[in-house]
């Protein structure tokens, strides 16, 4: 069954604090997303993973960083969140280039207080 | 940069009622066009795509057409269900043959049926 898993589902955290988001799929699909959605601007990348450690940042990187040690596996980080991080975050995946489907998981819904 | 455009927020319609979400773009490349579905609390999925001009496509009942001389794929359906009540996304992707991976999305259109 083909999946992406997004874990935690929902998350609050302090400002100043580290947040860890991880993302798993199924697929083995080389390039993997991370988009936070927030209300009136749709989705904006963050972070694009073309495989294991080839990374390369996308629209609005600042505050971010990911990590792809495995293919299966895309993590991204906060180091010490702010309050204007709070949004929901999908990751997603996809085989290949991007005129292939984009497979998103359920998403992770973050609050930073 | 690459820009997709969604004029309408909001949409309310009644069931039965035919629909059409505008999506316009811009890019220097070749074009490859998607919407995309998101119904409450769940993930976004594909609903069609196409880089084909002046070919319809169509999925589940809605279809579009991409015009590059108008630089449109515009999302339709001859009548709308309760269940059609989601919000939907147009993006956009480069068909530069390379890998950029980079999919730009609009803003989103809200659609709410109502019996």
């Known amino acids: 069954d083909m999946k992406v898993t997004q874990m935690p589902r929902y998350l609050i955290k302090r400002m100043g604090e580290n947040v860890l988001l991880e993302c798993g799929q199924d697929m083995s699909h080389e390039t993997m997303y991370w988009y936070r959605q927030d209300p009136g601007l749709g989705l904006q990348l963050i972070y694009i993973s073309y495989d294991v450690d080839s990374n390369s940042e996308g629209d609005i990187p600042k505050g971010y960083r990911v990590s792809r040690k495995k293919r299966e596996h895309f993590s991204l980080i906060l180091d010490s969140a702010k309050t204007n991080q709070t949004s929901v975050y999908f990751c997603?995946?996809?085989?290949?280039?991007?005129?292939?489907?984009?497979?998103f998981g359920a998403g992770t819904r973050l609050s930073v207080l | 940069g690459d820009s997709v455009t969604q004029t309408e927020g909001l949409v309310t319609l009644t069931k039965g009622l035919p629909v059409m979400l505008n999506c316009t773009y811009q890019?220097?490349?070749?074009?490859?066009l998607f919407w995309y579905v998101q119904h409450l609390n769940e993930a976004p999925k594909l609903l069609l795509k196409?880089?084909?001009?002046?070919k319809r496509t169509e999925h589940q009942g809605f279809y579009a057409t991409l015009h590059k001389s108008s630089s449109s794929f515009h999302l339709q359906k001859s009548s709308v269900q309760l269940s059609d009540s989601a919000l939907y996304f147009c993006a956009l992707s480069e068909e530069t043959g390379g890998l950029s991976g980079k999919l730009t999305f609009g803003e989103g259109t809200q659609v709410t049926v109502i019996s």
């Open positions: 890019t220097t490349y070749s074009p490859f």
């Open positions: 196409s880089s084909t001009d002046n």
């Open positions: 997603a995946s996809s085989f290949g280039a991007s005129q292939n489907t984009l497979y």
